[in-house]
């Protein structure tokens, strides 16, 4: 069973993506969905099996690599995270595929864009199904793959194109950490199997690994390497660039792959390793500061934006950031629940907009919206629940889940368990904000649209709103329906052995014990964030041009994405173009081709030429050359003998 | 010994110049006669080694015919000499370069002749001097026996040098009235002789 | 008295020199068509001549005071030369007939020459050495001059005899230095005298070694005796182009295979640098020379310069892999070179030969077949498998490496390289460019255009059943190695 949840999405992404064209959209599309939604329904049997019924295995499928001390199978290991993550995966990707029906329907390529949606939910299947590392990072680069064909589906696109390149050029950063975290990982423990390196890891504290005379520890070293991958993934604070940019691709693709599932493989992949991220108190330090930085920073970028997509992305980056802190305080089963329920509405969100997107023939800013809500009344209140999701209202969705979070982090009682609080809160209020203000900017005021745009605005079909419909109903009821099983009195029977969490790291466990204040904190401050949103956009439209002014430093650094771009630009991107240029006409266009190919050919020319030249046509050239031949041959052995 | 020791740097120094007078000379007929005169030496050494044969052999065949030959070529033919040494000077001293030091190093080496005791064994003379009186029968003797095969070799080779003047030189030219000695000798007097009855006192 | 020789061992030589005197005779006394029945009946003289070579006795055999001897390396060489022989002399007659120089001294000269050449294989005498050379030499001498209307032909003709008598001239001085040095001419009493201490130890026995390998380097014209190459085959007529590239250089290679490995085998040390040096240098010049070359016959000599440096690799190795890899090279070289010039006969326009390499262009379009062959022929000399011409490449090689002669192999293969170039450079020009006029598509006639074919399908096909003739080489190099 698991197999086939594994392989469907394959075989019809085989079959639609080499004979697309022959089977026709139609039939191209039926296959892919109905691929998907079986593997769904799969799912659900399995997540019931594994997760609620605590049947755990292993299925081995062939011997991959086995190579003296290397072997690697081909594997799927099925345990509550990955349980889990099937049903995230599978529930999303089925949605997202009925979705694209609709919302591709006036594309030329739609085999092609099924195929590789399917593709992508092979590889993302993959990936969390992986019993050795060298397995997940094949997921990891399946996806990353994916990911690049989709961003860049519209390849007549330049910026499309473009942010394809970027999107798999700063992956390639987060995927190098990662491979060096896997040889570190077989240079320490002389296996990738997940159980046996596992098991290592407690007898490996302590151990140092020499580099350039320093002394380093070994696992915090590992650790580290491996977290630069999902970072890279995860689009945290460093490598988030290519997030943003990523909105090229088709809206479906940005629902399915850079909200809900790829984006989330770093969050996975931390808690996959939790038996080996408890023993690293460092590598833990560093995670909750990245992960509670980059939830600040992106809230606070995300209130810039015009763009309804980049807005939505940045909230992902920042929602990302939340399952990260949450990771590095040692509160996995929290993470993996915001990952779950954040799945579900920030799908959601993105469908909607995207519906918002069909509405308005492809427009995407908001400052040319406004007063829609009585045009597509059924995506605004499908927004709206998005939206009281996101920013944790209770009972929808993500008031379980965060609240958990900045809960854990309060609970675990270090200094970085309290700054990733501080600044969880703070994104939380900047969270609500920006979300109103995108609801506010798009769906409210009077409409500044063009009329000819406008007459074109009608509610999305049925085919688009039924999984917006579903993701809604999970974004209203995931969170209580889970929060049992997930962070309540159920969690160490639910996870089983698929999470370790130290007795030294029971902050989730002690949660309930924090202030209550502190606890109200987060909906306290969501709430403060809505109206605050509600009084500068509706109430008095004037104020954030004014607040703008006043703060215009401010302002102008969350608009620029705290010039993260230019610096990159200015530090990596210029001096690798001049390397690269300097290397390319220097040192292979005169070093290499010139002593190279062209060197050795104009050489032989030459050569050639010259020994031509040598046949003179007189005979006594030819005798003299003879003579100098004998005394050549002569010397050499009367010269050799003495 | 004396007598024979002084003969013999007198052939061998008259040699070794004539020699170089072959190649310095100016005047090609002048060269034609100082190889004469080589060979002439080259005789006289033959003559020394008691191989009175090949010297008469020398003298008949290269200075009788071979140097005559060459005489002969060289003065049919007009070959501009001058222009052919015109270049000469600016090779001059590479080519003597050259040829110094190929003659060092030969006189190196030939200078360290030594025969093993191994080499002397074969060294020994095939005929016995003392059954055959003379070298011309000494000669016959392992001629067409012990050197059959390089004899007639020769033979070949003379053949093809034969063929090879004809082949490149031999041209069959119309118009050139040949001796056909049968046609002459087989002509009847019918075909050669008109009598012709002529009346007295009227001429033809 | 001395008795009479045993004639048996060299009943083929003695056959053939009877045949063609008694050719020269039929040829002088026949009134009309005498170059045709001249012709016709040497290639039958020939094939008589390779069955008596085929019928000798196996076993090493010495005759005529020790100056002649047959084994098994004998009979394969001359197999091969009779068969280079008789296929040039079927391959000239249309030729020689256009061309006006329809002579029957031609076959005659041929036949000569194969005496000579068989000489040479069979000498186990400086002596006979030198009167086999001398006898292929002169032969060819006038050859190269045949057709003596035409100023290259002559001029082609007179250069080939001055440096050759020149190179003669050294190879007797080498010859009277090792007599000299080693008081015989015998080969086996050189070799005995050669394995004792002091014979080794003489430097004027190995710079005799020395002119004399200068001598036969030139015959086989190996760098740097090999300036008259290219100016030879261009100025000779096709048919003798031909002939020079194969027969006389399978002989001057047997006899340089003989003269290193049985009197001088000792001193294998000494002369294996000299091999290793000119067999780099043939291979280097062939190649890069080659490259800048617009006549087809010239191509075709650096060809040979280059092919010559490959077949030395197996005599530099000094081992009997060495040998066997220079007989099969020998073997497949020889039909190689009558293909591509089999192809080359047939490369007349209005009923004029041509030999510029850019009148191929388009030769796909116009001969298609024709064109496949040339190609073949290119493609196996450049030594790509699977065609014939990779396997002695890859022989010889191994038996360098073998033999601790790595550089030389690298070297080689880097040459061998270089040499594609311009074997493809001729296939790209058939295959790729457009055509110049067309060449006349019935030049050549029947007997050439057999050839082509029969050519063309052993080296397509040898990869298939390589078994005998290697089997062959082997028990033939053997042969070398136990005198």
């Known amino acids: 069973m698991a197999t086939a949840i594994v392989f469907l999405p394959l075989i019809a992404a085989i079959i639609v993506g080499l004979f697309g064209r022959t089977l026709g959209d139609r039939a191209s599309q039926l296959i892919t969905t109905g691929a998907v939604l079986v593997s769904a329904i799969l799912s659900v049997l399995v997540f019931k099996d594994v997760a609620l019924d605590h049947h755990t295995s292993t299925v081995t499928l062939l011997k991959w690599i086995d190579t003296g001390p290397l072997t690697v199978d081909w594997a799927i290991r099925l345990d509550t995270l990955t349980a889990v993550m099937l049903l995230v995966v599978n529930g999303v990707s089925s949605m997202v595929h009925v979705y694209s029906i609709g919302y591709m329907s006036h594309d030329h390529s739609k085999p092609r864009f099924m195929a590789y949606l399917s593709l992508f939910t092979f590889a993302m299947l993959m990936l969390v199904t992986a019993d050795n590392l060298v397995q997940m990072f094949f997921g990891w680069e399946g996806v990353g793959v994916a990911s690049y064909l989709l961003i860049g589906f519209w390849y007549d696109r330049p910026s499309a194109n473009a942010a394809a390149i970027k999107a798999f050029v700063v992956n390639r950063v987060g995927d190098f950490g990662f491979s060096l975290g896997i040889f570190a990982t077989f240079f320490m423990f002389g296996t990738l199997q997940f159980d046996q390196v596992f098991a290592a890891v407690p007898g490996a504290v302590g151990k140092t690994f020499e580099f350039l005379g320093y002394h380093v520890d070994a696992l915090t070293c590992t650790s580290i390497l491996l977290f630069i991958g999902a970072m890279g993934k995860s689009a945290q604070l460093g490598l988030h660039t290519w997030l943003p940019d990523a909105m090229e691709g088709p809206t479906p693709v940005s629902a399915l792959i850079h909200a809900a599932t790829m984006v989330t493989a770093g969050v996975f992949m931390l808690c996959r390793l939790s038996p080996m991220l408890e023993y690293s108190q460092d590598a833990l330090n560093v995670v909750v500061v990245i992960g509670g930085t980059t939830a600040i920073f992106a809230a606070s970028v995300g209130m810039a934006q015009n763009d309804i997509k980049r807005v939505i992305a940045y909230s992902t980056c920042s929602q990302l950031g939340y399952m990260f802190f949450a990771a590095g305080v040692s509160a996995y089963p929290a993470a993996m629940f915001h990952l779950a329920t954040h799945a579900s509405f920030k799908a959601l969100l993105f469908l909607g907009a995207g519906s918002v997107i069909h509405a308005m023939s492809g427009e995407q800013d908001m400052r040319k919206m406004g007063g829609l809500w009585k045009l597509i009344p059924v995506t605004y209140v499908l927004m709206w629940i998005g939206n009281l999701a996101l920013a944790g209202i209770p009972p929808f969705a993500g008031y379980f889940s965060k609240d958990a979070i900045l809960e854990a982090a309060y609970a675990a009682g270090t200094p970085v368990g309290y700054y990733a609080y501080w600044l969880g809160i703070a994104a939380a209020f900047l969270t609500s904000f920006y979300s109103w203000r995108l609801l506010f900017m798009t769906f409210h005021g009077k409409s500044r649209a063009d009329h000819h745009t406008l007459e074109h605005v009608h509610e999305s079909p049925s085919v688009m709103v039924v999984p917006l419909v579903v993701l809604a109903l999970g974004a209203i009821f995931a969170g209580w329906i889970g929060v049992d099983h997930f962070i309540g009195e159920d969690m160490g029977e639910f996870w089983g052995k698929s999470i370790l969490m130290l007795d030294t790291h029971q902050g989730l466990a002690h949660r309930d014990e924090i202030p209550p204040l502190m606890s109200y904190m987060a909906l306290i401050v969501g709430v403060a964030g809505i109206v605050l949103a509600w009084i500068f956009y509706v109430v008095s439209p004037g104020l954030p041009g004014a607040f703008t002014k006043a703060a215009k430093t401010l302002y102008e650094a969350c608009l620029n994405k705290w010039y993260f771009d230019e610096i990159y630009d200015f530090l990596i991107v210029k001096p690798s173009m001049w390397l690269g240029w300097g290397l390319w006409k220097g040192g292979d266009g005169m070093i290499i081709d010139g002593l190279g190919p062209d060197g050795v050919a104009a050489v032989t020319r030459g050569l050639s030429r010259r020994a031509s030249r040598l046949q003179t046509g007189y005979v006594y050239h030819y005798a003299f050359a003879m003579l100098i031949g004998v005394l050549c041959l002569v010397s050499w052995y009367l010269l050799s003998q003495r | ?204 | 008295m001395m008795p009479v020789p045993d004639l048996i061992p060299a009943l083929p030589e003695l056959f053939l020199a009877v045949a063609a005197m008694v050719l020269m005779m039929v040829g002088v006394f026949r009134a009309d068509r005498t170059s045709a029945v001249v012709s016709w009946l040497a290639v039958l003289a020939l094939i008589v001549d390779l069955v008596l070579i085929n019928r000798g006795p196996l076993a090493r055999t010495v005759t005529f005071n020790g100056m002649f001897v047959t084994e098994q390396f004998a009979i394969f060489m001359k197999s091969l030369i009779v068969v280079g022989s008789a296929v040039s002399i079927v391959m000239a007659r249309q030729y020689n007939e256009r061309n006006r120089v329809d002579r029957f001294e031609f076959p005659i000269l041929i036949l000569f020459a194969t005496i000579g050449m068989q000489a040479m294989v069979s000498a186990n005498d400086l002596i006979s050495l030198y009167i086999g050379l001398e006898l292929q030499s002169l032969s060819l001498y006038v050859l190269a001059a045949f057709k003596r209307d035409t100023v290259r032909s002559t001029e082609a003709g007179l250069k080939y005899f001055v440096l050759g008598a020149l190179s003669s001239g050294m190879l007797l001085f080498g010859a009277s230095l090792i007599y000299g040095f080693a008081g015989s001419t015998n080969f086996d009493q050189l070799a005995k005298v050669l394995s004792s201490e002091a014979g080794l130890g003489s430097i004027g026995l190995i710079i005799g070694v020395v002119f004399l390998s200068v001598g036969l380097a030139f015959k086989c014209s190996a760098v740097p005796f090999h300036m008259w190459t290219p100016d030879v085959y261009e100025g000779a007529p096709t048919p003798v182009t031909g002939f020079f590239a194969v027969a006389p250089k399978i002989a001057a290679l047997s006899l340089f295979l003989r003269v290193m490995i049985e009197p001088f085998g000792h001193l294998v040390h000494q002369w294996q640098q000299i091999i290793w040096a000119i067999s780099l240098a043939s291979m280097v010049l062939g190649a890069y020379a080659a490259i800048s070359q617009s006549n087809i016959k010239r191509l075709m000599a650096y060809s040979s310069i280059g092919h010559v440096g490959y077949a030395l690799i197996g005599l530099a190795a000094g081992s009997a892999e060495g040998v066997r890899g220079v007989m099969v090279y020998l073997a497949v070289y020889l039909v190689m070179n009558l293909g591509a010039f089999s192809v080359i006969l047939c490369m007349e326009r209005r009923g004029e030969s041509v030999e510029e390499i850019s009148d191929l262009a388009g030769l796909s379009k116009s001969q298609p077949m024709t064109a496949a062959a040339l190609a073949i022929f290119m493609f196996s000399m450049a030594g790509v498998p699977p065609l014939a011409g990779f396997v002695p490449k890859f022989i010889v090689f191994m038996a360098a490496v073998h033999a601790g002669l790595i550089w030389l192999a690298v070297l080689g293969i880097l040459a061998s390289v270089v040499g594609c170039y311009y074997y493809i450079r001729v296939v790209k020009l058939m295959y790729f460019d457009t055509p110049a006029e067309a060449l006349d598509p019935t030049a050549g006639g029947n007997a050439v255009r057999f050839v082509t074919a029969v050519t063309a399908v052993i080296i397509l096909l040898f990869i298939l059943i390589p078994g005998p003739l290697l089997a062959t080489a082997e028990a033939a190099a053997a042969s070398l190695f136990q005198g």
Not at chain 2, 51 to 69: D, K, P, R, S, W
Not at chain 2, 150 to 165: P, T, Y
């Open chain 2, 1 to 204: 010994m004396i007598l024979s020791a002084l003969a013999f740097y007198l052939f061998a120094g008259i040699a070794v110049l004539s020699g170089l007078m072959v190649i310095t000379a100016r005047n090609p007929v002048h060269s034609v006669l100082f190889l004469i005169l080589a060979f002439f030496n080259a005789a006289g050494l033959f003559v020394l080694l008691g191989a009175e044969f090949l010297a008469m052999i020398l003298v008949v065949v290269y200075v009788g015919a071979v140097a005559v030959l060459f005489l002969f070529v060289v003065m049919m033919l007009d070959i501009n000499f001058a222009a052919l040494r015109r270049g000469i000077r600016q090779h001059l001293a590479l080519g003597l370069a050259v040829g110094i030091v190929l003659l060092a190093e030969l006189v190196i080496v030939v200078g360290a002749w030594a025969v093993a005791p191994e080499v002397a064994a074969h060294t020994a003379p095939i005929v016995n001097s003392a059954v055959t009186a003379t070298n011309t029968q000494a000669l016959g003797a392992i001629l067409y026996t012990r050197y059959i095969y390089a004899f007639e070799g020769s033979g070949l080779i003379l053949l093809v040098a034969m063929i090879g003047a004809i082949v490149l030189t031999h041209r069959a030219r119309a118009g050139v009235r040949r001796q056909v000695i049968s046609k002459q000798i087989s002509r009847s007097r019918a075909e050669t002789i008109e009598v012709v009855k002529v009346p007295t006192g009227h001429g033809i």
